[in-house]
């Protein structure tokens, strides 16, 4: 009977938080509501440590966490929540401790992906940003499986940053930015190579009255051309005029072999200047390699544990995004802070919109 009258208090008690969280929403919502928010979660040790907890349980309560935040969010409506869940620095912890967050992180995405979850209530898409080759296997897998999974919900979007740092964000665009414009000066140029020769070979043929296409064409040009060689050199010889026009045919010889020489000077020159075209990238371009071009840029960047720096993530991203920083360790972040950090996002809005147009 207690246990039956505990239920019944626990749900009304649940449906009455649920009600006036979606009243406080409502009267936020009267004013600009973020559309991006990222979070940066941290102090998942340390609030085990300080629970006396075992190791690898902080981040478990750092997960629950995250879906109560997730579900406010997406209530209030904000429709791109990106965290940073992992980064390349990581890697660099005890083998024990990296290999332990990776089967936890594949877990937690199987976990993500059960038909009852917040992903399916919701409709969200799911991106996992960052170098994924720098992943295990199964956690891989994984990813590959959420994204193919939600691959067809566009009502709400995850972005999990995993083996990300800024630094490589930015590294691979600009490796990106170059192959793309190698490839197309490499294109342009063997393009416009052709066309000069073939533009030159098809004027001199034409000027003899022959087609460029015309296999036989050339074969009756290089033939009549042999004939009429011998032809005249043996009446030249039979005549004693070979000897005395010998300076002519040296002068028509070298006017050829001048306008030969011109035309290769010429394509050498188209090939130049060719060379010479220097590829300019520009910010559009560095913009669209970058891992989070699947999302505009965050409004709001919250970090748990009262740290006020980046530690390297987002910071191309983030120029005028405001960032809040509670001292409350990330499993114990939860309503209020959110509230408070779309309140302060409010209260500067006109002047960061107005950042944002000059930059």
Same mark, same amino acid.
């Given at each position: ?8 208090? #626990?749900?009304? /008690? ?11 929403? $409502? ?20 609030? $085990?440590?300080?629970? =006396? ?12 966490? +995250? ?9 209030? %409506?904000?429709?791109?929540? @990106? ?19 990776? *089967? ?21 898409? /799911?991106?996992?940003? #960052? ?12 990813? &590959?499986?959420? @994204? ?8 709400? !979007?995850? +972005? ?10 930015? !590294?691979? $665009? ?9 490839? &197309? !000066? ?17 004027? #001199? ?24 060689? @011998? &032809?005249?050199?043996?009446? $030249?010889?039979?005549? #004693? ?15 050829? *072999?001048?306008?030969?020489? =011109?035309? +290769? !000077?010429? /394509? ?14 520009? +910010? ?21 544990? %009262? &740290? ?11 120029? @005028?995004?405001? /960032? ?28 960061? *919109? ?6």
């Amino acid at each position: 009977m207690r246990k039956t009258t505990g239920n019944i208090v #626990g749900q009304f /008690l649940d449906g009455l938080n649920c009600y006036l969280r979606r009243c406080m929403f $409502a009267i936020l919502s009267v004013g600009p509501v973020p559309s991006h928010i990222a979070f940066i979660m941290d102090g998942n040790r340390r609030y $085990a440590k300080k629970k =006396n907890m075992e190791e690898g349980d902080g981040h478990k309560a750092g997960f629950n966490a +995250l879906t109560s935040l997730l579900r406010y969010c997406y209530e209030l %409506g904000v429709k791109y929540v @990106t965290v940073y869940a992992f980064s390349i620095d990581n890697f660099k912890r005890k083998s024990t401790e990296v290999q332990s967050l990776m *089967e936890l992180m594949r877990k937690k995405i199987e976990e993500l992906l059960e038909q009852e979850s917040l992903i399916n209530e919701y409709g969200v898409r /799911l991106h996992f940003i #960052g170098d994924m080759k720098l992943l295990t296997d199964p956690v891989r897998a994984a990813v &590959e499986k959420a @994204t193919r999974v939600t691959a067809h919900n566009n009502q709400r !979007v995850l +972005l999990i940053c995993v083996a990300y740092t800024s630094r490589h964000e930015i !590294v691979h $665009a600009v490796q990106e930015c170059c192959k793309e414009k190698l490839n &197309e !000066v490499q294109a342009s140029k063997e393009e416009k190579i052709t066309n000069v020769a073939f533009s030159g070979i098809d004027q #001199g043929l034409k000027g003899n009255d022959f087609d460029l296409l015309s296999q036989d064409s050339c074969k009756e040009y290089r033939n009549a051309i042999k004939a009429c060689s @011998t &032809e005249v050199e043996s009446a $030249a010889r039979n005549d #004693g005029l070979f000897e005395n026009n010998i300076g002519n045919h040296i002068s028509n010889d070298t006017e050829a *072999e001048t306008t030969l020489y =011109n035309g +290769l !000077v010429e /394509l050498a020159e188209e090939r130049k200047d060719i060379q010479d075209e220097v590829p300019v990238i520009k +910010l559009a371009d560095i913009e669209k390699n970058m891992y989070m071009a699947v999302a505009p840029d965050p409004d709001i960047l919250i970090r748990s544990s %009262g &740290e006020a720096r980046l530690s390297n993530f987002l910071l191309w991203q983030t120029t @005028t995004c405001p /960032l809040y920083a509670p001292t409350a360790l990330w499993p114990e972040i939860g309503l209020r802070h959110l509230i408070w950090a779309v309140l302060n996002f409010q209260r500067h809005y006109f002047y960061l *919109e107005k950042k944002k147009k000059q930059s």
